[in-house]
């Protein structure tokens, strides 16, 4: 379990620098569309992908939920 909350926050950090966000506001945005169970769900697989691709993934996951 400690590897998931390893991973959580390294997703946090690189979504912060991708769009010059605070740790405060991604950590409000990822709890506010459910970002956090998105990543420990699909832990697996997502940990096998680079930086870049899981930060768009993440961009898709919470436009989803925008516009639902």
Request: aromatic share 20%; net charge negative.
């Amino acid at each position: 379990m400690p590897e998931v909350v390893k991973f959580k926050a390294f997703c946090l950090e690189r979504y912060k620098y991708a769009h010059n966000m605070s740790g405060r506001e991604v950590f409000n945005l990822f709890l506010k569309y459910g970002v956090m169970d998105y990543l420990s769900s699909f832990y697996d697989v997502l940990r096998t992908f680079g930086d870049r691709y899981i930060v768009q993934d993440i961009d898709e996951f919470i436009a989803e939920r925008q516009t639902a």
